[in-house]
């Protein structure tokens, strides 16, 4: 371990806060009011070929109006970008990426808003939805509000002092330059609708002060390539906003969700001259602040854990209590106390940020149900699992595991208050924070009701060692 890993937190975010002073924003993020643009081009046939066809792209206009008068720019090269939002049956109108320059040849963009990018992604509104019901698949909020809470996302996360990607809320007017007649909605008028102006991850990593980026297959794990600070910050953030689409391989043979397989996901590794990697965040558009559910929720958490029922709660308190399988409480603390100490700036983004009344207090759930789980010892402290080998069992008695070969429960497993004391076991609720049974590997008793566990299995001083291994 280096020694700009030791660091405490708060000397991190300095040094963040240098990087980015060095590259200041100018221009398009320098920036948060919403503006308005009209983008032009064949979007019926970029639909049609980029979905399939890798690379794909087409020409287009990008105007807007400054001080008064018409800006428009040319020779724009437009795409597809995404996973999953690409693909049809999730997003009728998919993320967009726009290249200032087309065949080798750049476009005029000095001295206009996007002076000094070479490209910028749009986070689009998806579909037309009027309602708060999320797609089928994949849990997308398909409707115009969803573009501007990802911004206000992002701009909370600044706020916070967390590497992330810059992002500006927008009005876009969509021109089909090869309109079809009788579609829904109507494309010979420009279609207007709420979008997500984005950096590109190239954009970032100069504004950070970053010299490369690690790919997935260079990329090992976090406590090889992280500093702990560094990756408790991340881990943190993500709880916050209630996000599970994304993924860091934490140590060799980590199995938690993807990150096996995913070592990096929805985050990437920023390289400093120095050699050190950094994470920064981006890609909310699943993530509970914005979409404000997530549908698999009941096949893996168990909302009776807290009093309240909330699946807000849940979802904040499960990420908040994995970080104590990951970190030693010095990093812990200095953790909570660099978003403790920030917790104003938060809502203060928050409330200044162009979006929804509703949106605006999706995300406010989840600022509250993260502070409230940090905010004090016995909050964030709470009782876990501690014993190696302890289990499930659905009496008293233990003579009956829960769930055939699946009942054992990983240490650092959150518990519910005592539910029923007999003998030397105790009935409670268990919150499958490292999600050990999800499907596949699925035990209803533990996602829907409550269980018996040794009473001397169960404690709050965890973790005890500076460094927890799992």
Known sequence: MTRSSLLPVALLSTAIAGAAALHADHGLFSSDELVALTLSAPLNDLFQHARSED?????????????????????????????????ESECAFPKLKIDFEKNGTPAQIDGTLFDGLKG???????GESTDQTVTAKYGRLPNEQAPLREVAVYQVLHALGVPALKARP??????????????????????????????????????????????????????????????????????????????????????????????????????????????????????????????????????????????????????VQRTRTLFDRRVLDATRQHFLQRKGDAYRALDVATVDAQGRQHIRNYLDAFYAAIASDEAFYRPVVTAKGASAFANAVGNTPVCVNSSV???GTPVSEPIEHQGQRVKVTLLDALWHWA???????????????????IGTDFPTSTVTRR
Request: charged share 25%; net charge neutral.
């Open 439 to 457: 499907p596949p590997i699925k035990c209803d008793p533990i996602h829907n009701g409550a269980v018996w566990v040794e009473t001397s299995a």
């Open 55 to 87: 690379g794909y792209t087409v020409g287009g206009r990008l105007g807007y109006r400054d001080g008064g008068r018409d800006v428009t720019i040319d020779g724009l090269q437009i795409g597809l970008r995404g996973h999953t939002s690409i693909r």
């Open 170 to 319: 927008a009005r876009i007017s969509y021109v089909y330059t090869d309109a079809r007649s009788g579609q829904t909605p109507d494309q010979q008028k420009p279609i207007v609708r709420n979008a997500m102006l984005l950096e590109t991850t190239g954009a970032t990593l100069k504004r950070l002060g970053a010299v490369s980026e690690l790919t997935e297959t260079q990329f090992s794990n976090a406590r090889e390539r992280f500093s702990a600070e560094d990756t408790a910050t991340l881990a943190f953030a993500e709880a916050m906003i209630g996000n599970f689409d994304w993924c860091v391989r934490m140590f060799a043979g980590d199995k938690y969700r993807c990150d096996d397989r995913h070592p990096l996901w929805n985050v990437t590794a920023a390289v400093d001259a120095g050699g050190r990697a950094r994470p920064v965040m981006y890609d909310f558009d699943v993530s509970g602040m914005v979409a404000g559910k997530h549908r698999w929720l009941k096949d893996v958490l168990n909302t009776t854990f807290v009093s309240s029922g909330s699946p807000v709660e849940i979802e904040v308190v499960s990420q």
């Open 120 to 126: 910028i992604k749009i986070g689009t509104h998806c």
């Open 409 to 411: 429960i990983p240490v």
